[in-house]
C-alpha cells in the first residue's frame, strides 16, 4: 500500500462509476479505483426499465423535479441547480448515445437497450484511467493519518487518500455496518418501490392485463396515487402501485403490508357523471348486455366482465333489465372497488430502498460527511428515494457527479 489511490469507489452501479468518471476527468493522471462485491458491474443498470435503462425522466426544473421524492424532496433542490436533468441528457449525448423521451416523461436510449448505458459508462471509465475490480467485498473502513485503509475480504487492503460509498441500498450488505462503525446516523431501511399482493375473485385468472390510467387510494393511511396499473399472478403491480408505496413505504411497512386498497377504473371521474353515464347506455342501447361495457370507460373485456359479475350483474342482463340497485353496485365496483392487500413483492427491475444516512450529516453541497472528512457519499446510501419513472437513476447521477467533482477539487 505504499502507492495509495487518489480515490476509492465502494460499488460498481450507477453512482459508482458516474462519481468515478467525475473524479477522474477533472483530475488526470489520478489513481481511481471502483471496488464491486459482485461478478459483474452496473447490474442494477442492466435490468432497469425492462432492460431499456429508464436513465431519467424529463422534468427540467429542480423544484418540480424534487417533488418525485419520498424522502429527500427538500434537500435536493440545492444539487439539482448544480446538475439536472438537461446535464444528464448533454453527459450521455455527448459521449454518443442518443436519448428519446416517451410519452410518459420516461427517457431511454433509443436502442431500447440498457446495454449502450453500460458500454458508455465502461468507455468513459475506462478512458479516464479508472481502474475496476470484481469480487471484492470491503469488510472495514478506517482513517489513518494519511488516508483512509480498506480492508477486503480473503486479506487484500486498499489505501486511499479519499473514499466514496456508492454502494447502493443499505437494506444488505457491508454498507450500513461500515457507516455504523464510523459514527453516522442510519435511518432504517424499508422498501420503497413494491407490488401488492392481492387474492381476490375480481383478479383471478387476469394476469397480464394492464389499465392505463387509474386512481389507487390507501384511504387508513391518506396516500392516493394515479397512472397504469398492472395485474400480475399475485396482484397488482405498475407505476399506481409502485408511486403509492413509495410514498407510504414507512406507513406500510408498519401496516405490515395489511390493509385496504381502492380502485378507481373511472380515471377519477366525477362519480355523478359516472352515473349519468351508465344511464346513457341504458337509454341509447337498451337490449345490449351490460357486459359487454361502457364507451366512457375505457377497460380490458374481461376486466369490464369481472366488475359486471362483481357488482352481482348477471352476465345476460341487459341495460333495460338492469335494477337501480344493480346500478348503484356497478357505480360502486368501478369508481371504489375494495381489494384487501396481504403482502408485497419486490419490483426487481426499480428495487430501492427508504433509508440511509442521515442527510443531515452530509454537506449536501459537496456529499462529504460531515462526520468523517474524505468521506462521499452517494445514490442510494443516503436516505434519499424516487418514485419510479426514472427519478433514482437521477438522483444517482447527481449526488455522485458533485461528490466526484468536490473529491477532485478538495485536492487544489
Known amino acids: 500500500m505504499s502507492n495509495p489511490f487518489d480515490l476509492v469507489v465502494v460499488g460498481g452501479g450507477a453512482a459508482g462509476f458516474f462519481g468515478a468518471i467525475a473524479f477522474a476527468e477533472l483530475r488526470r493522471k489520478s489513481r481511481v479505483a471502483i471496488l464491486e462485491k459482485s461478478s459483474s458491474v452496473l447490474g442494477k443498470v442492466k435490468i432497469s426499465g425492462g432492460g431499456r435503462c429508464n436513465v431519467t425522466h424529463a422534468c427540467y426544473e429542480p423544484i418540480p423535479l424534487t417533488h418525485h421524492y419520498p ?20 453527459w450521455f449525448e455527448s459521449r454518443g448515445v442518443e436519448l428519446k423521451v416517451e410519452e410518459d416523461g420516461r427517457i431511454f436510449p433509443v436502442t431500447d437497450d440498457s446495454a449502450t448505458i453500460i458500454d458508455c459508462l465502461r468507455s468513459a471509465a475506462e478512458e479516464a484511467g479508472v481502474e475496476v475490480r470484481n469480487r471484492v467485498e470491503v469488510e472495514s473502513l478506517e482513517k489513518s493519518e494519511a488516508s483512509w485503509i480498506l ?10 487518500k479519499l473514499v466514496l460509498l456508492a454502494s447502493g441500498g443499505i437494506r444488505n450488505g457491508a454498507g450500513p455496518r461500515l457507516i455504523g462503525e464510523l459514527g453516522h446516523e442510519i435511518v432504517p431501511a424499508v422498501p420503497s418501490l413494491f407490488s401488492f399482493h392481492v387474492k381476490d375473485p375480481l383478479l383471478e385468472d387476469l394476469a397480464g392485463i394492464s389499465v392505463e390510467r387509474v386512481i389507487t387510494k390507501v384511504p387508513s393511511l391518506e396516500l392516493q396515487s394515479d397512472g397504469p396499473i398492472l395485474v400480475t399472478h399475485w396482484g397488482l403491480s405498475g407505476p ?3 408511486k403509492l408505496s413509495a410514498w407510504g413505504a414507512r406507513e406500510l411497512e408498519n401496516e405490515d403490508y395489511r390493509f385496504e386498497l381502492l380502485v378507481d377504473w373511472t380515471q377519477g371521474m366525477d362519480r355523478m357523471k359516472v352515473d349519468e353515464g351508465l344511464q346513457e347506455a341504458r337509454d341509447r342501447a337498451p337490449r345490449k348486455r351490460v357486459s359487454s361495457g361502457v364507451d366512457f370507460v375505457h377497460l380490458p373485456a374481461r376486466l369490464w366482465k369481472r366488475l359486471v359479475q362483481g357488482a352481482g350483474v348477471g352476465e345476460e342482463t341487459t341495460w333495460s333489465n338492469l335494477t337501480k340497485e344493480e346500478r348503484r353496485n356497478l357505480l360502486c365496483r368501478i369508481t371504489e372497488t375494495r381489494l384487501q392487500v396481504d403482502g408485497k413483492s419486490l419490483n426487481k427491475d426499480e428495487f430501492v430502498t427508504a433509508g440511509g444516512v442521515s442527510l443531515d450529516e452530509v454537506n449536501l453541497r459537496t456529499m462529504e460527511s460531515r462526520r468523517a472528512k474524505g468521506l462521499y457519499f452517494a445514490c442510494e446510501v443516503l436516505d434519499i428515494d424516487g418514485i419510479t419513472g426514472g427519478f433514482n ?20
Request: proline fraction near 2%.
Open 393 to 412: 437513476f437521477q438522483a444517482a447521477w447527481t449526488t455522485s457527479w458533485i461528490a466526484g467533482r468536490a473529491a477532485a477539487q478538495s485536492f487544489s
Open 151 to 160: 480492508q477486503a475480504k480473503g486479506g487484500e487492503a486498499f489505501a486511499s
Open 71 to 90: 424522502r429527500g424532496e427538500k434537500q435536493l433542490i440545492g444539487p439539482y441547480h448544480r446538475f439536472l436533468t438537461s446535464d444528464t441528457i448533454d
Open 240 to 242: 399506481a402501485i409502485l
